[in-house]
């Protein structure tokens, strides 16, 4: 729903991924890849977005490069917690910003999912070269345990998961609580978290809706 909401409204988009995962460098995972200094990648991005210097270190350019006249931030889980973050540190980087699966509270920070095991000991391919410190959960029931509440488990969902998940590192999990519940007080753009009632560990069952 909020991705249709930003593309019906917005002429261009684009999308990033946290540091470190998928086809990106692997840097250090317990100094490089942190949530402050994702906070910080997010506002070079966008800057770059703004200027139209985005694409400019791609190397087979395949589209026109434009200018991002105004910047809506739509990011999920970690993803929300980073883009808060860049609100309360750059509250003008952003025009706007749409935030799902958002934490609650820090209270689930403290739990750490379960199943965690080196990247590189995984039986997918796609992880063997990964150093020290990236972590991916083990097996679907772990991938369950942790997203998809009892009752509202669509089989297929978690089957198309497990084979594409992607890994995450022990310095992003030991930091997010240091940038997570930081009031933004300067940011006056609008803001919409569009919680779910199908995700276990981020949002309550009883969660609702609001803008």
């Known amino acids: 729903m909020a991705v249709d909401l930003v593309k019906r409204n917005f002429s261009r988009t684009w999308f990033s991924k946290p540091n470190g995962t998928d086809r990106s ?36 350019q395949q589209c026109t490069l434009t200018n991002f006249n105004k910047t809506v931030a739509l990011r999920h889980l970690i993803g929300s ?22 934490l609650l509270s820090t209270k689930t920070l403290n739990t ?5 095991i080196l990247a590189r000991s995984d039986s997918n391919q796609r992880f063997q ?3 020290n410190g990236y972590l991916v959960q083990a097996t679907q029931g772990d991938i369950h345990h942790d997203f998809f509440l009892s009752g509202n488990l669509e ?24 940038i997570t519940g930081v009031p933004a007080p300067n940011d ?17 069952p009883s969660a609702k809706h609001w803008p």
């Not at 750490?112 to 965690?116: A, N, W």
Request: hydrophobic content about 40%.
């Open 25 to 60: 460098e692997k840097p250090d995972a317990y100094e490089i890849v942190q949530g402050p200094t994702q906070i910080e990648i997010l506002n070079q991005l966008i800057a770059l977005a703004r200027s139209g210097r985005l694409g400019l270190s791609v190397k087979q």
């Open 81 to 102: 917690i980073v883009t808060s973050g860049l609100l309360t540190r750059h509250p003008s980087a952003a025009n706007g910003a749409v935030l799902t699966g958002f």
């Open 112 to 116: 750490q999912p379960p199943g965690l």
């Open 129 to 131: 070269n990964l150093p």
């Open 155 to 178: 089989l297929n969902v978690l089957d198309y998961t497990f084979p594409v998940k992607d890994s995450s590192t022990v310095g992003e999990r030991v930091g997010l609580p240091v």
């Open 188 to 204: 006056t753009n609008t803001l919409l978290k569009a919680l779910s009632k199908r995700k276990k560990l981020v949002d309550q």
